[in-house]
């Protein structure tokens, strides 16, 4: 199983190519993905995107929101932010999402390193992205 961040989500959509659209295109197949919950908020804030879309991203199989996420993102933000790094409240979710349940993050974001280095999150990183 495998997460996908918004990044790579957007790149997949507008046809875009790359390590990361592809690993995602062979994860959607084996039916391997599973959605975050801030990511699918983050990709259906799309005015544009096309309604068959939105619906098959709804379908995905979302990942749960443990007991204290909350504490823990904020906890995993403050720990970012505590090294000068750059740390975005959803980035912040993204990653504790992953940690939560062991999952690997495919992304462009490059930011998320921060969080691989602090927390141990796990990365498959495609092209770069900021």
């Not at 995107?49 to 939105?54: K, R, T, V």
């Not at 970012?80 to 999402?97: T, W, Y």
């Amino acid at each position: 199983m495998i997460a996908v961040d918004t990044s790579t989500w957007i790149g997949f959509l507008q046809g875009d190519g790359g390590e990361d659209a592809d690993l995602l295109d062979r994860a959607l197949q084996d039916r391997q993905v599973l959605m975050v919950p801030v990511v699918l908020t983050e990709v259906l804030s799309d005015p544009k995107l096309p309604a068959e879309i939105s619906q098959t991203l709804a379908e995905l199989p979302l990942i749960e929101v443990e007991p204290g996420y909350w504490q823990r993102a904020g906890e995993l933000r403050a720990k970012v932010l505590a090294k000068r790094r750059k740390a975005r409240l959803g980035d912040a979710l993204i990653a504790q999402s992953c940690i939560d349940h062991g999952i690997p993050l495919l992304t462009r974001d490059r930011d998320f390193r921060a969080f691989a280095e602090a927390a141990g999150l796990d990365l498959v990183i495609g092209p770069a992205s900021d």
